[in-house]
């Protein structure tokens, strides 16, 4: 697991724990003035306000001083203070503040104590967690920065907002950005407010940023935040900023009664009401459903606003996502659950198959719609008269077996108070039903597909479950993960068929997202002989997939052709997706981009091939070591952005550098390109059965 604070500024905890020899000694906090001091002022912030003041008043602000105890976070090379201490000296100084000026604080910890100080993923989740039960107004985890870059003087201001958020985070975002950088960082290279999936972001369920206000790489920042000065002045820029934001009143909504299930076949409207932040600006609300913006009509209320979705809606439980802003411009976003469930009012079996004979499995697939005629919520509860057991829909379907020579003469289905009493079809034997299923697991297997040598006959169902003609065969039988099987009609009337998975099964289920480097008019690099990157990574992304596919593997491509998309929009795609691995492919990107490490967390430059890694995720260093040696390449830290800011196992594949200059330069052809997608393939099926062995 990825720990969730800025690229850079946790990297020199490796100084630490490697050995790095900056001094790890920790000087005091010096009293006074700076010890390098700063350019004059042009602008400087103006107090608050006496209406800036009363915003503070009554918020709940939770505040997370980065990194502490054995996290100590990076060392100031020129200094040798410590970053988790000037992380907690800025968060003490706020605090007092937030209270002078009426507001509530709380702290994840307020000294060199931390939640769990035995590891740091859980740690961090730890954090989010105590500021999601205090329900805050807002979260603000503080850092402080460093380079990779060796000697490295970058001067620059970043605040993370929570990736996702566009509206409350995005606000305080700006809002924190501005106050800095008129504040205590007006003569920052560059101010720069991004999106951030760090963990305590991305676990956080109100507003949140991570500051990295300054580098403690840059000497002079490291200086001035030596001081009480320093401190003071960072303590007053954020305060300035939280008074900013919430001086546009940003909306709460108030807690959502629990509604009655919807059973109408007509539009349905719905409220949405805060406690304050009001008026809304109805013109900027948009509500959305599995991301989709959806059609609907909006009208301001005194305290809120109402929105109508016209019917009728789909059953089953949806969750609604309604953002929009006030008319002072403060953004909010608020989720809604609603769970449709109509009655059923129609029941229609099918048998199959469609005539019955002595040992078949019989299938009746029995089917529940509402009057709208759209299927029943999944879950709806299916029985036969004279079985205990009941049935849950999916999609609309109840699937009920029974063997052929114990069929009643009628069988009557019942949900809900509808029932159809259906008369099974029997006669000669015209198939064999079939039931396949995983040798090892015993788990049905869905979705095989069975075939003769002219024409596809069936695919499995989810139980396994198909029937064959008898006419027909041998059959063939194929699904990713397994081996193919070859099926003989045995003449009886149900046959249980046992499938080999394919590597032990280690990739079957796994998922895996596949980030194919640059793209579209970003080639990355171009060799002497015109190859470009950007179509290596595609290939070998692509040949990947289907190796991965074929073994059983979900795959995701960030991009499915020659076409440029973002960073940002990559790691868009693969969040939601949940990916076991995610593995970036770049032919010969430059360090600046892949951004590996030697072991004291500075940028390297010696490897034109290897394996990377976030520094401190366990599955990310297993993976990467299997992956590389398989590529036969090394392995190392690296803070690559997507490394960097996915939550998966993240690994950084670079299997060659292509400025090779040379008179015979390697050319990169389909056999080994093929060759490298097997190599990767072939690590990920080393890491994946390690890790079912543990």
């Not at 809120?304 to 059953?315: A, K, Y």
Request: hydrophobic share 40%.
């Amino acid at each position: 697991m990825r720990k969730s604070v800025s690229c850079i500024g946790i990297i020199l905890v490796l100084a630490a724990a490697t050995g790095c020899r900056h001094d790890t000694t920790k000087p005091p906090i010096v009293s006074g003035e700076p010890i390098a001091t700063r350019p004059s002022h042009p602008a400087p912030l103006p107090p608050l306000s006496e209406e800036m003041a009363r915003a503070l008043n009554g918020r709940k602000i939770f505040i997370d001083p980065g990194h502490g105890g054995p996290f100590t976070g990076m060392v100031a090379p020129s200094n040798g203070i410590h970053e988790a201490d000037v992380n907690l000296n800025v968060s003490l100084k706020l605090r007092d503040k937030l209270q002078a000026q009426g507001a509530t604080v709380l702290m994840s910890h307020v000294d060199n104590s931390v939640p769990v100080p035995d590891n740091a993923s859980r740690d961090l989740s730890e954090r989010a967690a105590l500021s999601n039960a205090a329900k805050p107004d807002v979260f603000i985890s503080i850092h402080h920065n460093a380079d990779i870059e060796a000697g490295s003087q970058r001067d620059d201001l970043e605040v993370y907002y929570k990736r996702g958020d566009s509206m409350a985070s995005l606000d305080l975002g700006r809002s924190l950005i501005s106050a800095l950088g008129r504040g205590i960082r007006y003569n920052a290279v560059n101010k720069r407010l991004l999106p951030g999936n760090y963990k305590v972001l991305r676990l956080s369920e109100v507003p949140a940023l991570l500051l990295e206000t300054a580098y403690l790489t840059n000497n002079q920042d490291a200086a001035y935040l030596a001081t009480d000065r320093g401190v003071e002045d960072e303590a007053d820029s954020i305060l300035y900023g939280l008074a900013s934001y919430f001086a546009l009143d940003p909306p709460n909504a108030t807690e959502e009664r629990e509604h009655p299930v919807i059973d109408s076949l007509e539009a349905q409207q719905f409220s949405t009401r805060f406690s304050r932040g009001t008026p809304i600006d109805v013109d900027t609300v948009s509500i959305y459903r599995d991301g989709d913006v959806i059609d609907a009509a909006v009208t301001a209320t005194r305290d809120g606003f109402d929105w109508t979705l016209r019917g009728p809606l789909p059953n089953g439980v949806a969750t609604y996502e309604i953002v929009g802003r006030n008319t002072l411009g403060a953004g909010f976003s608020v989720r809604r659950t609603v769970n449709v469930g109509r009655a059923a009012s129609a029941v229609t079996v099918t048998q199959r198959p469609s005539v019955a004979a002595s040992g078949n499995r019989v299938l009746f697939e029995v089917r529940v719609s509402d009057a709208a005629g759209k299927p029943v919520a999944n879950g709806t509860q299916v029985a036969v008269r004279g079985r205990a057991e009941a049935v849950e829909t999916v999609d609309g379907i109840a699937n009920f077996y029974f063997h052929a020579d114990e069929l009643p003469e009628t069988i009557s289905f019942i949900c809900e108070g509808m029932t159809n009493t259906f008369s099974p079809t029997l006669g000669e034997q015209r198939h064999q039903t079939i039931v396949t299923y995983d040798s090892v697991s015993g788990e049905p297997i869905a979705g095989a597909i069975v075939s003769t040598d002219r024409k596809l006959v069936g695919i499995t169902n989810a139980d396994g479950w198909i029937a064959l003609p008898l006419n027909g065969g041998p059959f063939r039988v194929r699904q990713n993960g397994y081996e193919e099987m070859s099926l003989t009609i045995s003449g009886s009337g149900h046959a249980i068929a046992a499938i080999r998975a394919l590597h032990g099964g280690a990739l079957i289920g796994r998922r895996i997202a596949i980030d194919p480097a640059h793209g579209g008019r970003v080639p990355g690099v171009v060799a002497p002989d015109g190859a470009r990157a950007s179509d290596l990574n595609f290939e070998v992304a692509q040949r990947l997939a289907r190796l991965l596919e074929r073994s059983g593997a979900q795959t995701l491509l960030t991009r499915t052709g020659d076409h440029e998309i973002t960073d940002l929009r990559r790691i868009d795609l693969t969040e939601p997706f949940a990916a076991d691995v995610l593995l970036t492919i770049s032919f010969g990107a430059p360090v600046e981009q892949t951004r590996p490490l030697d072991p004291v967390g500075h940028l390297r430059r010696d490897l034109s091939a290897f394996v990377g890694h976030y520094p401190q995720s366990v599955n990310g260093i297993r993976a990467a070591t299997a992956i590389g040696e398989e590529l036969g390449v090394p392995k190392t830290a690296c803070v690559s952005y997507m490394v960097q800011q996915s939550q998966s196992a993240a690994v950084h594949v670079q299997p060659a550098s292509l400025n090779v200059q040379s008179s015979s330069p390697p050319r990169y052809d389909a056999t080994t390109l093929r060759d490298i997608a097997q190599s990767i393939h072939k690590g990920l099926i080393t890491y994946f059965t390690e890790m079912d062995n543990d």
